[in-house]
């Protein structure tokens, strides 16, 4: 069994807009036991959209596409999936009615553009759509001989995902009873890249494995995602454990922490955890490191006293100088000073960055690569996860360990 994903929009085939549904989708199906052997993008045309389905139902067991079930005249999946299988499009009451609610909820007359929303091909299965106006489809189609599953959901993301959670995952995972228990865990990692971390992994992210391991990454924080396949939830939990235990025995302090769990989140946590203070003082990000503090601080608390940003004009202030003020101005335990861009004498832009606490300085050179706005950010991250290896380094030397 293979799938085949189908992105729609001409703001795709354009190039206005980037296709992260498929890469999305495509994770999602390995983890399902289920390989994608093609990404195919198609124009809001009725020509194009029938070809697309047409090409990946002659190859495909499954297809998956996303977008075009708005409101709008070129929003034309339904009419496109009805023309493949040679039958009308049918009003589905149920449909209507959940359209109409949700208009009414908010205290708005239900267009009559939106009702098109709640017509299907004959013979389909609506898929809810918690979120939106736009159901999904779910169908079987021949063309040429072959069967396909063909489902087809928005495309705004925050209808996707949770559609495909709530319905579709399960729906697939239920037509293949060999793994009837999927169910997977997040790793989060920084401080290397993508390659040396999986160089870093013995023969852990590979195809076929089981439980699989996909890597992933943003913004410098690297994802490890562990999927397990098995009888029950035990079986299976006993699988991710095993897998987990050789990512940390080989990561080490790169890994910081699991599942939606950010860089400043373990950060600030393990600031509390120690009874400690932070606070910050920017010229070379841009009052980014500050921002991810506070971030933290909002959603969890933590001991973030505040940060300052520094023009650029007072570049020739150096970190460890930013360091030391904030500390005393901010009467913090631990403050993070960050200077401005600056090339080394090989030629390299670098950004200085230095750590003061009660037990002295501590400085460090960050390369600046990437990008403006990539280097921004990972130099912001960096600095963040320097204090919490700073703090877990500390505790664990007082006998206390902080993960």
């Not at 001989?145 to 209808?159: K, M």
């Not at 070379?284 to 940003?309: C, D, N």
């Not at 023009?311 to 000073?337: D, K």
Request: hydrophobic share 45%; net charge negative; proline share 5%.
């Amino acid at each position: 069994m293979h799938a085949e994903i189908i992105a729609i929009g001409d703001e795709l085939v354009t190039g206005q807009r980037l296709d992260t549904n498929s890469r999305w989708l495509s994770a999602e199906l390995t983890i399902l036991g289920i390989p994608v052997t093609f990404h195919t993008t198609a124009a809001d045309t009725l020509e194009a959209g029938v070809e697309a389905f047409r090409n990946a139902i002659r190859r495909a067991d499954i297809v998956i596409a996303t977008g075009g079930l708005g409101p709008t005249a070129d929003d034309l999946t339904r009419d496109v999936l009805a023309a493949v299988a040679g039958v009308p499009l049918v009003l589905s009451p149920t449909a209507v009615s959940a359209i109409e609610a949700r208009f009414a909820r908010r205290g708005a007359p239900c267009p009559e553009s939106n009702r098109r929303q709640a017509l299907f091909p004959a013979g389909s299965r609506e898929i809810e759509n918690p979120n939106g106006t736009a159901p999904g489809i779910d169908m079987d189609l021949s063309v040429d001989g072959h069967r396909s599953r063909v489902i087809a959901l928005p495309g705004v993301p925050a209808e996707l995902k949770p559609m495909w959670a709530a319905t579709v995952a399960p729906a697939l995972a239920a037509s293949r009873p060999e793994q009837a228990t999927i169910l997977q865990r997040s790793i989060k990692c920084f401080g290397a890249g993508e390659s040396a971390i999986e160089a870093m992994l013995p023969d852990l992210v590979r195809r076929g494995r089981d439980p699989l391991v996909g890597i992933t990454a943003h913004e410098a924080t690297i994802t490890l995602r562990i999927a397990a396949r098995g009888r029950d939830g035990a079986e299976c939990h006993e699988k991710i454990a095993d897998t987990e235990k050789i990512i940390r025995e080989c990561l080490g302090h790169l890994v910081y922490g699991v599942e939606d769990e950010e860089i400043e989140d373990a950060a600030l946590a393990a600031v509390a955890a120690a009874g400690l203070s932070v606070a910050t003082c920017e010229i070379g990000t841009r009052g980014l490191v500050a921002g991810l503090l506070a971030a933290a601080e909002a959603r969890q608390g933590g001991g973030f006293r505040g940060g300052i940003v520094v023009p650029v004009t007072e570049g020739a202030t150096t970190a460890a100088v930013l360091a030391e003020r904030c500390r005393e101005e901010f009467a913090a335990a631990i403050s993070v000073g960050v200077g401005p861009v600056r090339e080394a004498a090989d030629g390299r832009d670098i950004i200085d960055v230095a750590l003061a606490s009660e037990s002295g300085i501590e400085s460090f050179e960050h390369l600046v690569a990437g990008g403006p706005s990539l280097a921004a950010i990972r130099a912001a991250k960096a600095t963040v996860d320097l204090v919490r290896r700073h703090v877990t380094a500390h505790d664990r030397k007082g006998g206390k360990v902080v993960q």
